[in-house]
């Protein structure tokens, strides 16, 4: 066993220089916000256990294998501690580089104590080059430009983002050609955290930007599966309409709770498997299509209906690439989707804009093959979207918004 040190993901020289560390064997590293990490900012020579004395014993001492440690973000159920190897880390972010086309100078964007970025700080330390980071103060289209002015000539250039920061830019580029020649200089920008827009990533690759959709969790050392391929190494199956994904990216498990391990990873024949908890299908050329959450299916009149699909089919219409679908309560059908926007979705529609879009919304639903039950009853029009700091929508939040506008 070795000591478990948490670091403020906010002091990127010291978590870089601790990962560096624990990719050779050193403390495992537990990047954390700065309101978590107290204690372990103050802590600056004494190591490891003086950065951990406020943890719980079960906590302070890892496997000798474990590298790093990634709380998730708690989106849809209760947050997990994924402990990850270097060897795992090692492995993700060398077939990222392998299916990218060679090391480069990657730009900082998200947050270190979420798997995306801390990836970004192992492919920086594995390609032998700093990265660049965006301003402090909150992610802009400026400050992006800004950043991405000063990376090194002569070699691939690389960016990781969610969908949120990427409709940023494009409403930035729209404005101003600084930031669409700065999107443009990117040889490869992974997108993932949540689904794509079909629109979002239209308008940016309208722009030039290189986009690559990434799939995957911190249980799989971030994204795994590229464009729908899997990155080499990687197996992907699905069972029972579940995706599951094996290979030497996997999570060790999570720290401190075998019973959740035990029901996430599985061994077969010799081989781990990670349930992802993701519907999906594997189409004819091997490409692997996310249909959503298999505890975001809901029983609409004795109909079963995914809401990932619904949501993914409403992207698609115009002003609409950031909806929101949830479950709401129905007297007569049990559950029916509901839909979230930002008020600006909605502005210069009309008085009727409500009805009309319900109405865009089934036709969309209709034409995606989905079932009529598929069809959302209630949209709510919101001044901001409620987010989880990882960018992703906080889809409870937003179910308790619109549960409270019935």
């Known amino acids: 066993m070795k000591p478990l040190q948490r670091v403020p993901a906010s002091d990127l020289a010291r978590l870089r220089a601790a990962l560096a560390a624990a990719l050779e064997g050193g403390p495992a590293v537990w990047p954390v916000p700065d309101a978590g990490a107290a204690s372990a900012g103050e802590a600056s020579g004494a190591g490891a256990a003086e950065a951990s004395a406020d943890l719980p014993a079960e906590l302070r001492a890892v496997d000798d294998a474990v590298a790093l440690v990634v709380e998730t973000s708690g989106s849809t159920a209760a947050p997990k501690r994924v402990a990850l190897t270097a060897d795992a880390l090692v492995a993700s972010a060398e077939a990222t580089h392998e299916a990218l086309g060679g090391h480069g100078q990657w730009l900082l964007a998200l947050p270190g104590h979420y798997i995306a970025g801390a990836q970004v700080l192992v492919r920086s330390e594995l390609a032998g080059l700093d990265p660049v980071t965006v301003p402090e103060g909150g992610f802009t289209a400026a400050g992006f430009a800004a950043a991405a002015a000063t990376m090194l000539p002569g070699m691939p250039h690389y960016a990781s983002l969610v969908p949120v920061q990427l409709a940023r830019l494009v409403e930035g580029a729209d404005r101003d050609p600084f930031v669409a020649a700065a999107l443009r200089s990117f040889d490869a920008v992974l997108v993932g955290g949540q689904a794509l827009g079909a629109e979002l990533a239209e308008r940016a690759e309208a722009l030039g930007a290189r986009i690559v959709r990434t799939y995957g969790s911190s249980e799989t050392a971030g994204g795994c599966v590229y464009d729908g391929q899997a990155l080499e190494g990687v197996r992907v199956r699905v069972v029972d309409g579940e995706v599951q994904l094996g290979g030497p990216t996997l999570a060790s498990g999570y720290l401190g709770d075998p019973e959740r391990t035990a029901r996430a990873f599985l061994v077969e024949r010799g081989e781990r498997w990670y349930r992802t908890g993701d519907l999906g299908e594997l189409l004819d050329d091997g490409r692997l299509r996310i249909r959503g959450r298999a505890d975001d299916v809901v029983i609409s ?91 992703k929508p906080d889809r409870r939040v937003v179910a308790a918004l619109l549960a409270a506008r019935a």
Do not use: C, H, N
């Not at 008020?343 to 409500?354: H, I, P, T």
């Not at 969309?364 to 009853?377: K, T, Y």
């Open 301 to 391: 009149g004795g109909v079963k209906v995914a809401l990932g699909e619904v949501e993914r089919a409403i992207r698609g219409l115009a002003g609409f690439a950031e909806a929101v679908v949830v479950a709401v309560r129905d007297g007569e059908w049990g559950e029916r989707p509901g839909v979230a926007v930002e008020a600006s979705a909605l502005a210069g529609r009309g008085d009727d804009a409500v009805r009309e879009q319900l109405a865009a919304m089934a036709a969309a639903v209709d034409a995606a093959g989905l079932p009529p039950a598929g069809r959302p009853v209630r949209l709510a029009a919101l001044e901001s979207m409620p987010r989880l700091d990882s960018g």
